[in-house]
DNA sequence: AGCCGATGTTCAGCAGGCTGACCATTACGG
DNA sequence: CCGTAATGGTCAGCCTGCTGAACATCGGCT
């Protein structure tokens, strides 16, 4: 019976994908309140070490760069962050954080909160983070290697 | 330093949602000769063992009945599915495999092709099925139990 | 019978992914 | 030194996901 609702049947990538969306929601709804989603927070912590341009950001995340253009412009309408053409190569964008960045930064990143989802939710927490960094290590490099 | 670009360092949660994404940036690769993508794929699949409602869809994929719509909007703009109107209920929408629909599922499924992305990507793949059920479990019941 | 809440679908709008195309700037080779 | 390739960003458009709101139908209860 193909339509089973029980998840240990799934296929694995539909196990995958179900995952994360629900991760990301749980994590969603706490960043809420800065103002912030999944993806920006993690750009804010890239930039929290200092300013990094947008291609940069983008080979980080693994990401196309028209995506990080677009998070981006959302970090900036917020005022998490801001953007200015590089004075050394007017190509770039140079991303930085600013001051409200850092404190929601800072608040929202309190107590290791992100891991805290998990609480309960999976048994052994270093094994499944062992694997997904060999699915994330193999694919990206299938992914990006040759162009 | 906070950029690392070392997977093994990254939030768990990070590492998820870009498992998932490249999981699926394969994956759909694949099924594009088809029409079809990773979402469409799972629900022809359901649909292949008889008719079923949106809602009943949108259940089974643990999504909102408006993302299920649309998607299936797409399925039947494609031709892998035919929607009409409940006659016992009229608020319901049968969702009916067509044979076009059939034959690509049976195409783009044939040989395990969807656990295949996964060959040299990871140790243990029971393993990591095993974790990823415990928390589809656990974070599912957490959204949508109370209400 | 009639009202009212529950149910199933859809519309509108936002966000993060992707592709393809275009533009400005920089780097390189003849 | 100039033409061409490579690089960095953006725009347009599509898809899946979400929320909030509207709508029609159904069910139950008085």
């Known amino acids: 019976m193909p339509s089973a609702p029980d998840p240990a049947q799934w296929a ?3 196990l995958l994908s179900t995952a994360a ?3 990301e929601h749980a994590w969603d709804a706490h960043l809420d309140q800065w103002g912030l989603n999944h993806s ?3 750009v804010l912590w890239m930039v929290s070490s200092g300013p990094r341009s947008q291609h ?3 080979q980080a995340m693994q990401v196309e760069d028209q995506t990080m253009s677009r998070v981006l ?3 900036e ?3 998490h962050v801001s953007r200015e053409r590089s004075t050394t190569d007017r190509r770039r ?3 930085t954080l600013s001051d409200t960045g850092r404190a929601a930064l800072a608040e929202a990143g309190a107590d290791d909160a992100s891991e805290r989802v998990f609480d309960g939710a999976v048994g052994d927490l270093p094994a499944l983070r062992e694997q997904l960094s060999q699915v994330v290590a193999a694919l990206s490099a ?3 290697s040759a162009e």
């Open 21 to 23: 969306r629900l991760v």
């Open 93 to 95: 964008v140079e991303v």
């Open 40 to 42: 920006g927070f993690v």
């Open 56 to 58: 940069e950001l983008a």
């Open 73 to 75: 412009e959302r970090l």
């Open 142 to 144: 299938r992914r990006w």
């Open 12 to 14: 694995t990538g539909r």
């Open 77 to 79: 309408r917020h005022g």
